[in-house]
């Protein structure tokens, strides 16, 4: 495997292939794919029994500067798995650049080395899917049904109408101290509501940060706030069921959930590149 | 995550990078004097001339600040450096409380 920095234009890797995700072949009728891989590259399946690894022909590395391209390229490598998984059912996906040198020998033989561990997670994430559940809220809605609601903040504006400068000073301190208190207080019981309601179709949870990425940032406004950010890994027959239960808690002023999925399961499968 | 102010530039960029600094660290003073404050109030400690004074005080505190920061040409450095600095404590209690429960 090899991830060093490099000019694209200059072939740096001999006999490569470019790895995109391992499936279980045992039930697959194909053998070809219809789908095209980074800049379009034809790509191939090498299989070891019923193991398959999805790949294309490479002689060099994905590094680059710039974004746009990056992009394409990402877009492309989760094209591959997202087909191979609709075709073969759930993939182990590759993180994205991953390159073994040796062609499809080289393949076969790193497959034969990690076949028990290979084997594990294909069984292991049989019928199972990613979904992403993000959590937010748009601040000014929920601060204006929180500002109504609670009892505490009626009773220091009221008091505020009837005192002095100096005192409705620090009481605008208090004011703003015990709102994002109450703030604080309702995004942990939203999710703790959240947890409840994945706790009976989730086979595994994973909390993302709560730092979106650059794309999740496009075109979000000043009062957009994250509450949660998580990956289940459930059954795809358990979908509807997930969903229904997130739409319960949707119905909170302000709160918005965004279900995303099926995904391969990114956030769960082992990381083979890790230690090739 | 790191912070960042420009200290190593000509005469200028010393002085605007050393105003942010004084001023930022001004200001969380102010903050945390004015959190103290409100305690003692609620505490019920302070008698409502005492807090009315308190209040007063601070209030001025406050706005001079604020008036200094505009002055100096520095209210916007101030709130991304501070900005900044709480993305910093912020990482820095998420690794504690993460090294905390990896060795319960």
């Known amino acids: ?276 | 995550m790191s912070t960042t102010l420009e200290l190593d530039d000509d005469g200028e960029g010393v002085q605007k990078g050393l105003l942010t600094l004084v001023l930022s660290l001004v200001d969380i003073i102010d903050e945390a004097l004015e959190k103290e404050a409100v305690r003692r109030m609620e505490s019920g400690e302070l008698t409502d001339e005492e807090i009315e004074r308190l209040g007063a005080q601070l209030k001025q505190l406050s706005a001079e600040i604020e008036r200094l920061k505009q002055q100096e040409g520095v209210d916007e450095s101030v709130d991304e450096f501070r900005g900044q600095l709480d993305t910093l404590v912020a990482d820095a209690i998420t690794d504690l409380s993460t090294s905390t429960e990896r060795h319960e």
Request: proline share 4%.
């Open chain 1, 1 to 276: 495997m090899s991830s060093e920095p490099t000019d694209p234009s200059q072939p740096t890797v001999t006999d490569g292939r470019y790895l995109y995700c391992i499936v279980d072949a045992s039930d697959a009728k194909v053998s070809q794919l219809s789908v095209t891989g980074l800049d379009d590259a034809t790509v191939s399946l090498t299989t070891y029994d019923d193991i398959a690894v999805v790949s294309h022909a490479t002689d060099q590395l994905y590094d680059t500067d710039d974004i746009a391209q990056l992009r394409r390229w990402l877009v492309a490598h989760q094209a591959v798995i997202d087909e191979v998984g609709s075709t073969f059912g759930t993939p182990l996906p590759f993180q994205f650049d991953v390159i073994l040198e040796g062609g499809d020998e080289a393949v076969i033989q790193w497959v034969e080395a990690n076949e028990q561990r290979i084997r594990t997670a294909l069984n292991e994430f049989r019928g199972a899917w990613e979904y992403r559940v993000h959590l937010k809220w748009d601040r000014s809605d929920v601060e204006s049904v929180v500002r109504e609601e609670d009892d505490r903040l009626q009773e220091i504006s009221q008091q505020r109408a009837e005192t002095g400068e100096g005192t409705q000073f620090l009481l605008d301190t208090q004011y703003e101290e015990r709102l994002t208190e109450v703030l604080e207080m309702k995004k942990a019981s939203l999710r703790d509501r959240l947890t409840d309601a994945i706790d009976d179709t989730a086979r595994r949870v994973t909390s993302h940060t709560a730092v979106p990425s650059l794309k999740e940032l496009d075109g979000i406004d000043d009062d957009t706030e994250w509450v949660a950010r998580v990956a289940v890994l459930a059954d795809k027959s358990d979908e509807t069921e997930l969903g229904a239960h997130l739409d319960d808690i949707a119905v909170h002023p302000g709160v918005e959930i965004e279900f995303t999925g099926p995904w391969p399961p990114y956030s769960f499968a082992p990381d083979f590149a890790e230690d090739t």
